[in-house]
């Protein structure tokens, strides 16, 4: 009987540890996971000095380490008859400018694509901030374009790259994370390398026009809220004895 009492806490002892390694096996529960999931919030968005808020989905993959992560998602951003300008300037071939301008034109939605590296500096299994940087390319969808003297469409200037920056917090249960975000990117604004030489019958530059894609001006910010299933681990387990 003594030998019995003496036991329990061994048997104890050993049913913690392997509850514990147990759990560690669970989907979603430590480090080293792959994450699929879908979002959505607000995104806020400047062009021709006025503000806009437009409603946006999407989804992420979501591959973790130790305290790092690569977060690759898509977002569609819904909006109506948007409108933006583009600006341009027509040069001679001595660069003086004898046109300027703007081609406004109207447009949908607008897409993201985004690749970051995110960051878990604290280690807390159940709730972990986070903060990333990164890149992406944007452009506008469903355009209603405006045209430029020589018959270009405005909109063929409406994609661009960006830098970005993320901070949200992360709540795992199980196989299961909620998380909610924050996301700015650099303005769409940039110089086109789009330069058209205008010749004469004898074949002599007349005019170059070099154009301005600045659809949008200021950062962008969005927001949004979301939740993610973990597919298992990311990484191979070392394998013993035979298969």
């Known amino acids: 009987m003594r030998m019995v009492i003496r036991s329990i806490p061994a048997a104890a002892l050993a049913f913690c540890l392997g509850a514990t390694h147990l759990v560690a096996q669970q989907p979603g ?9 879908g979002h959505g919030g607000v995104v806020s968005i400047q062009s021709l000095g ?14 973790t380490a130790k305290r ?4 690759l998602s898509v977002d569609q951003a819904f ?7 583009t600006s341009f300037q027509v040069r001679d071939d001595s660069g003086s400018v004898v046109q300027s301008g703007t081609v406004g034109w109207t447009f949908q939605g607008l897409r993201k694509y985004s690749a970051i590296l995110v960051a878990y ?17 944007m452009h506008t969808t469903g355009n209603s374009a405006g045209r430029f003297a020589d018959g270009r469409d405005a909109s063929e200037l409406s994609s661009s790259g960006f830098g970005t920056a993320i901070a949200g917090l992360e709540f795992r249960a199980g196989p ?27 074949g002599n530059a007349v005019l170059t026009e070099d154009d301005y894609g600045e659809w ?18 990311a990484r191979e387990q070392a394998r013993t004895g035979g298969y």
């Open 216 to 233: 949008l001006t200021g950062a962008t910010h969005t927001l949004i809220g979301g939740l993610r299933l973990s597919l298992g681990s």
């Open 121 to 137: 500096p604290l280690r807390n299994r159940n709730v972990q901030p986070f903060v990333g940087v990164g890149g992406g390319i």
């Open 50 to 63: 006025d503000r806009r808020f437009l409603p946006t989905a999407g989804g992420s993959i979501l591959v």
């Open 176 to 202: 299961f994370s909620a998380f909610g975000e924050y996301q700015i990117t650099t303005k769409m604004g940039f110089k086109s390398l789009t330069t058209v030489v205008q010749r004469d019958g004898a």
């Open 68 to 71: 790092t992560g690569l977060l």
């Open 79 to 85: 909006g109506s008859d948007e409108v933006t300008a």
């Open 29 to 37: 529960s430590s480090t080293f996971q792959w994450f699929v999931g």
